[in-house]
């Protein structure tokens, strides 16, 4: 069954650098997510991302943010500078087709540790 | 404001026992989708159970059922036949209709079943 994947599954940074999470999505999917989950918190939405546009953000998702989608199968997340409270897991959904109440499907997570 | 909460943030459970996940969920929209997500250790969230909020009946997959109470804004997840592979975080989630794809989460629950 297709999954979506996420690299890598580990990141550890000083403040202050950039960091790319890469994702692929399924292969036929046309909408993509990250989310994030800060330790103990709520899983949070960041951004929905179609036809190579951002089509929804949340107020998180200000311009230390960037999402990208590099070539046919890659989805990334960028984050230019990072601060301590970045330190969360970040998850990467997909979804066929953009209706709503769709399924997403999530890949396993990137944890990344703002040191 | 939308929100998810997830009271139980930790439960466990004899193999092959029942057990239910509690989920309450604040929305003012009528129309919505509910999930519930799977998510064992360093592996990817899974669909377990969706309910669409006009349907007043209850999913049900395999050993996983749901109790919806709409006036009650109740989404509880119940696993009847518990096995050692049910071992996980489990989310709840849910998603409006109108104007958004984002999920909104709860905390989740980490649920052992114990041999």
């Known amino acids: 069954e297709p999954e979506v994947t996420q690299t890598p599954s580990h990141q550890v940074t000083q403040m202050g650098q950039e960091v790319i999470l890469r994702c692929v999505p399924i292969s036929n999917h046309l909408y993509f997510y990250w989310y994030r989950q800060i330790l103990g918190q709520k899983v949070e939405f960041l951004v929905s991302?179609?036809?190579?546009?951002?089509?929804?953000k949340s107020e998180i998702f200000d311009d230390q943010f960037s999402v990208e989608r590099p070539d046919g199968s890659n989805f990334t997340l960028k984050i230019r500078s990072t601060k301590l409270e970045d330190s969360a897991m970040y998850f990467c959904?997909?979804?066929?087709?953009?209706?709503?109440?769709?399924?997403?499907?999530f890949g396993p997570g990137t944890r990344l540790l703002v040191l | 404001a939308q929100t998810v909460t997830q009271s139980q943030p930790e439960m466990s459970v004899q193999e092959a026992e029942t057990v239910t996940l509690s989920c309450t969920y604040d929305?003012?929209?009528?129309?919505?989708?509910l999930f519930w997500y799977k998510q064992p250790p360093s592996r990817q969230m899974i669909l377990v159970i969706r309910q669409e909020a006009y349907k007043q009946q209850n999913a049900t997959e395999n050993r996983f059922s749901v109790n919806f109470q709409k006036a009650a804004k109740s989404f509880s997840l119940k696993i009847s036949d518990s096995q050692l592979g049910d071992t996980a975080m489990y989310f709840c989630a849910f998603t409006v209709t109108s104007g958004t794809y984002k999920y909104i989460f709860g905390t989740g629950t980490r649920l052992k079943v114990l041999a």
């Open positions: 991302f179609y036809n190579n546009e951002i089509s929804e």
């Open positions: 929305t003012s929209e009528s129309n919505y989708y």
């Open positions: 959904a997909s979804s066929e087709a953009g209706i709503k109440g769709e399924t997403q499907y």
